[in-house]
């Protein structure tokens, strides 16, 4: 961030930090299954949540997003604003005042109203699944903005 400031570009950078979805427990010897470690060293990568990666759970599909845009984001603020990553491709266009081709994004929707504090329209109901687990959500998400 300093250096983007440094080179006074920071104010029309959008920088996001996020993770790839849920987190796995891991194993400790080489080739073997997920979920066989026995020592964690106290961490807690999916916190209280239920779940980890691959499953319908929370722990499985939420993740840290983090967002910054001075004079445009407002720090310390959150949203309820539920949205997954194809998202972005409408936001980033939405971002730049530019069209998406009518094939492109189909299913994308733009959070960048979230991002600048304005109402924003409602989306779909996100569906996720996998190995026959489905989980809906709506809008109990909650992205910080920094």
């Known amino acids: 961030m300093d250096v983007l400031d ?17 987190s796995l427990l891991g194993s400790l010897k080489f080739c073997k299954p997920e979920g066989t470690a026995k020592i964690t060293n106290g961490h807690k990568s999916m916190g209280s949540w239920c779940g980890k990666k691959r499953r319908g759970w929370e722990g499985g599909h939420r993740v840290p997003f983090v967002a910054r845009r001075p004079g445009k984001i407002t720090p310390n603020t959150t949203s309820e604003y539920a949205f997954y990553f194809n ?44 190995n026959s687990n489905y989980a809906l959500h709506s809008r109990n998400w909650k992205i910080v903005f920094g």
């Open 87 to 130: 998202d972005l491709l409408a936001t980033f266009a939405d971002l730049l005042d530019a069209d998406l081709p009518e094939e492109s994004g189909e299913d994308s929707f733009t959070l960048l109203p979230a991002l600048l504090g304005q109402p924003t329209d409602y989306r779909p109901p996100i569906i996720n699944h996998s």
């Open 6 to 22: 440094q080179l006074r570009i920071g104010e029309n950078t959008l920088v996001i930090v996020t993770s790839e979805n849920g």
